[in-house]
């Protein structure tokens, strides 16, 4: 590894709880993760929660083989006393941590995706829509989703028409900004949550300013204090370089290509403009780039519209 390389790496001590290898370290270990979901859950939904169990990294595949799939970060079940014989947990949810910022005008249809593959996945044959759990995404993100400064965001689903109409689908998506203003009528709860995004987003010790972000970062120092975390990291680290310069040799290879093709463009139009018949620019081709016949017609074909 370079020195340039090494500059630009992350020592494991510096990944807060938002960085996916350190949120999903976390959720690897059982009890963790439950305390972790149970924290989030509760702050967010200002209420306790009933019996839950969590995937993380769950792979939701597409509806065919040509469909796109998702991976959710945290996907938890909740059983409350409501629930029915069909749908033991009443209550899902997609927990995700996210600091994509340049993926941000994605986000509403992205929500909508994931909330449509979970409800394919969930919903079984002979099952009636009423049976369907509610569905709450909650995406926490360093990054403002919707540009007016706020905490806390929530999309649903409204008659346009008459807003004054409840109508209720059983989905619910949550958008909590780390830096975000409170609201002018935050209570405890809302302060609560503040506190708890801001420690997600930058885990250090001055962020533990009461006793969920004061388990949060017990479970955070425990996780960073694994040696096979730390092994795992280190390969992580070398294994995203390695990509990265093969995508960079793919792009100088892409590159390539792509000069060469303009240049047999430019060769095309050229010699069309001369009046050169189609033959001789098809040996030309041939002998000048090392093409097969087919190919040399192929680009003819292609280009000779354009250079007319």
Same mark, same amino acid.
């Given at each position: ?45 200002? &209420? ?6 969590? !995937?993380y ?9 040509? !469909? $796109? ?8 079940? *909740?059983?409350t ?17 996210d ?7 994605g ?18 044959t002979g ?14 993100? !360093? ?7 706020? =905490?806390?965001? *929530? ?6 028409? $008459? ?8 989905? &619910? ?14 209570d405890? !709860? ?13 885990s250090?010790?001055?962020n ?7 388990e ?27 990509l990265?310069?093969?995508? &960079?040799?793919?792009? &100088? ?18 010699? =069309?403009?001369d ?17 097969t ?16």
């Amino acid at each position: 590894m370079n020195k340039k390389t090494e500059q630009k790496k992350r020592p494991l001590e510096a990944l807060n709880l938002i960085d996916d290898f350190l949120f999903t370290e976390v959720m690897v270990d059982e009890e963790n993760g439950q305390k972790v979901c149970r924290i989030i859950l509760e702050t967010v939904l200002k &209420r306790r929660v009933g019996k839950i169990s969590f !995937s993380y990294q769950k792979v939701v595949p597409g509806i065919s083989e040509n !469909s $796109h799939g998702i991976r959710m970060d945290t996907f938890v079940r *909740e059983e409350t006393s409501g629930s029915s014989e069909v749908f033991p947990e009443l209550n899902v949810y997609d927990i995700e941590p996210d600091k994509n910022e340049d993926k941000r005008d994605g986000l509403p249809k992205r929500s909508r995706y994931y909330g449509d593959l979970v409800d394919v996945q969930l919903l079984q044959t002979g099952v009636d829509y009423d049976s369907l759990p509610e569905l709450i995404t909650i995406f926490i993100l !360093s990054y403002d989703p919707f540009g007016e400064g706020s =905490m806390y965001y *929530e999309a649903g689903s409204i008659i346009k028409t $008459h807003p004054n109409i409840p109508y209720n689908d059983g989905i &619910r998506r949550i958008f909590l900004y780390a830096d975000g203003n409170l609201p002018s009528n935050a209570d405890e !709860s809302d302060k609560k949550l503040k506190k708890l995004l801001q420690y997600i987003v930058e885990s250090v010790e001055t962020n533990v300013t009461d006793e969920a972000t004061d388990e949060l970062n017990k479970i955070v120092k425990e996780t960073k204090s694994k040696k096979d975390v730390g092994i795992r990291y280190m390969k992580s680290w070398e294994r995203e370089r390695d990509l990265k310069e093969e995508g &960079r040799e793919e792009g &100088r290879e892409e590159g390539r290509e792509e000069g060469r093709e303009e240049g047999i463009s430019i060769f095309i139009a050229d010699k =069309m403009e001369d009046g050169v018949d189609v033959d001789t620019i098809k040996e030309r081709l041939m002998t000048r780039f090392t093409l097969t016949p087919e190919k040399a017609e192929s680009y003819i074909e292609k280009y000779a519209v354009s250079a007319k």
